[in-house]
């Protein structure tokens, strides 16, 4: 049994856990005179429901719901303290607006407590569990394709059990029922013809295809595993008419009100750029878009002004051309700001695969499988890959940003962006 909890139990379980402590703490464990107790049950629990929405918000920015986190400190109890904290000062503000009055400090400070502590036990225990009693997986694929899922779970290794396939002449189902495995993985590119599914199945075993594996476990889909009939079966459930258009209005919701709230920000920087090493104060440059047609996308320049002299280069994490004001820039993503024009252009998205430069295409549709299918979708400011991967520097390094790009591709939607935005707020922090 697999007792690492999926992204979606552990959201479920924080929501419910900051239901229950927003509501019972000012009933039953507050002073009579409690804001919260005076008032009529409807608006209270309007007011719950207020808090536990921004402590899933708070904690997606913080990153307590990551699955990949199964070892647990007293650094994720003081995240999932801070994440209540922050969904509190909300909470205070919702109940002043409508109630003109204030939440008691005492009775703040229990819901705070009690919301992240128990979170935390929450997730604890299952972390615990995970580790104790680890799900059992076959791994039925080439011993390459073996290493690489084992050391792509590196960080997350104690909750699997790899069981070998080949145990004393052994066939596949029985090792399956004698070994009490959880879960089998098969390479459908394999002749797997002669394996007894029904079998299996009867045991216990659940199957699953390499591909769906990479995408269920890892969040990523390497390219290598894709053929056409994958990418036929991709559902651009963001062509639809109705999600294109909410996706789109919010683009231009964020794009707007984030030229608005940053450009004190930029005008700043845009001073800096030109005391520190002159004019153009902006970077035009060409990208590949939406189905591989070129835009010119705007940034704010971080290199020195002969930082391409010798033509286009790949760009690197230290790169020896940026500038020391644009090394700020770039950590604190600064530098994209101006890149909210183009969202309003409609030339790019808030969320979706990053823009390539056209230097490197031919090169990287050459030698990187399914590269194209990332045009699929417009590029955006910030992506799956983004935070999940660093700078690609090289052909192997955009190789594996695609396999992030790639399972972006099949489950784009509307939560995953909030996630991703969520989380790119976090890395910008850090």
Sequence with gaps: MNWN????SKLSANFLLACVMGYIIPVYFAPPMETLLLIPRERHLFYVLCYAISFIVFGEM????????LKLSFRHLFLYLLSAGFASVLLLLVVWFFEYNFIGRRAILKIIFFTGFTSYCFAFVFSQLAQRYKSKIVLSVTEEKKQ?????????????????????NSSLEEVCENQKVDLLVVDEKQKNGELDILSILQGGT???????FWERYLERIPPEEVDQSWLARVDLRMKNPFVHCMKRMTDLTIAIFGLLLFSPVLLVALLAIGFESGFPLFFIQKRTGYLGKTYSMIKLRTMRQDAEGEGAQWAQKEDARITFFGKFLRNWRIDEIPQFWNIIKGEMSVVGPRPERPEFLDKLCKEVPHWNSRHLLKPGLTGWAQIRFSYASDVNESKEKLAFDLYYLKNASMVLDIEIILSTLRSISK
């Design 5 to 8: 909890l999926s992204r979606g």
């Design 62 to 69: 913080f990153g307590i719901s990551d699955r990949r986190i």
């Design 148 to 168: 690489q899922i084992k050391n792509s779970l590196a960080a997350n290794n104690d909750a699997f059990e790899w069981i070998e396939e080949n145990q004393s």
């Design 206 to 212: 659940r199957i699953i295809s390499l591909i769906d």
